[in-house]
């Protein structure tokens, strides 16, 4: 599905600013254009990818982003909104979900209640730390818009809103993220391809000292195992150089140049926003499960979870829709037995350190506030690397 680029020019004092809405439905040209994906590398993972090995794999799930890229200096705008949206845009109805924090530094709003009801009511957008108040507003301004007569403002009430700090590379403290882009994003989404690296939310984000961003993969069970999809998209800005680890190899640790430039390079880790869905009907705290096994696919990738890192996931089911919804009677709702759960369980740790690489591999280098420079991890050397120690696989697509 091709999608159009939405360009709205808005003015911040004296400044333009563009906003390319990026939605995931994209050609196969748009989505080279924004960045290699690491299979086409040469590096190997385990597991089967659904078609587009993205999220959107999840049948009727929706990805659109907001890209904010405008002016240089003091004033440099590097961000920009990222959108989920469980069933799509033409729907509100809840869906069954579960979330874990691995490290509390951090914030995704309206946690309390998926926790308390295992319920998420509407999609879950990205940003970074200082946007999180007027995306949360913007979703509920947004379904009262698009679902007039409706209840509306009560099903997307508790907003569910994810964030992670790009100050490095972008003017965080000037508050550039409004409540259009959120509605672009939203607005944007679409199934098929997602672009990755420096789009949406991620657009000013590092991972491993290196450009990171956005990331996506998905694992598609065999039928014996039920023949379900996971798919998973990440928010990648955390960890330090000296910790990536790809495929096995110590990357960081052979590619130990091309730090962040500006200054001495901030020893403080960053955050990780970790969004897994699944087609699979799970019960809520089945989900919980899944989100508590997203840290050992970040630890594949070298991530310990520092003290400084918001390491927060939320997993959900696009199963159920009728049970989700109820209001009163009985509700009745499928689920894997337990027992059943861990080809479930392996397509999640699988799918997120897959993500995480996508980010990198996507990622471009990116210079943004007060001439700060994020490099982006250079596919040569990456390649060199894996041949190095035996892990180089011929590239192929997806």
């Known amino acids: 599905m091709t999608a159009a680029l939405l360009l709205v020019v808005a003015l911040l004092g004296c400044r333009p600013r563009a906003v390319h809405a990026a939605p ?18 040469g590096v190997p993972f385990d597991g089967t990818p659904g078609p587009h090995n ?89 379904g009262i818009a698009r679902f007039p007569g409706t209840d509306a403002a009560w099903e997307l009430g508790l907003p569910v809103v994810g964030e992670t700090y790009d100050g490095f ?9 409004t409540r259009e882009h959120a509605f672009a994003a939203l607005d944007s989404a679409a199934s098929g391809p997602v672009a990755e690296g420096n789009v949406g ?17 998905s ?24 910790e990536l680890v790809i495929a096995g190899v110590p990357v960081g640790r052979e590619i130990a140049d091309l730090l962040p430039v500006r200054g ?20 809520p705290h089945q989900l919980k ?3 508590r096994r997203v840290p050992l696919g970040i630890g594949r990738v070298g991530g310990t979870a520092h003290n400084s890192s918001g390491d927060i996931f939320l997993a959900l089911s696009t199963a159920n829709a009728d049970a989700a919804a109820a209001k009163d009677g009985l509700a009745r709702a499928a689920f894997v037995p337990n027992d059943a759960l861990d080809p479930l369980l392996t397509a999640t740790v699988q799918a997120t350190e897959e993500a995480i690489v996508n ?40």
Do not use: C
């Open 289 to 291: 499960r899944l989100a």
């Open 54 to 142: 993205a999220i959107t794999d999840v049948a009727g799930l929706e990805v659109g982003h907001a890209t904010i890229i405008a002016g240089a200096g003091d004033h440099a705008v590097r961000t920009g909104v990222t959108a989920i949206l469980p069933r799509g845009k033409r729907s509100i109805v809840p869906a069954f979900a579960g979330w874990f924090a691995l490290n509390g530094n951090g914030e995704m709003t309206g946690t309390t209640w998926i926790e308390e009801g295992g319920l998420l009511g509407g999609p879950v957008l990205l940003t970074n730390t200082n946007s999180v108040g007027v995306v949360r507003d913007a979703i509920v301004a947004w």
């Open 24 to 41: 995931a439905g994209a050609t196969a040209t748009e989505e080279r254009q924004h960045g290699t994906r690491a299979r086409a590398l």
């Open 219 to 242: 694992r598609r069970l065999s039928v014996d195992a039920g023949g379900h999809t996971v798919g998973v998209l990440v928010q990648a800005n955390y960890g330090q150089r000296d």
């Open 264 to 283: 001495e390079p901030d020893a403080r880790d960053g955050s990780i926003i970790v969004i897994v869905a699944t087609d699979a009907p799970l019960l």
């Open 169 to 177: 590379l972008n003017d965080v403290d000037g508050f550039h993220v």
């Open 359 to 398: 980010a990198l591999t996507a990622a471009e280098t990116m210079t943004g506030v007060r001439g700060s420079t994020a490099h982006a991890l250079p596919h040569a050397r990456l390649r060199a690397a894996l041949k190095k120690y035996g892990r180089l696989t011929e590239g192929r697509a997806r």
């Open 201 to 217: 939310g991620g657009t000013g984000m590092m991972a491993y000292q290196f450009k990171g961003g956005i990331g996506t993969a």
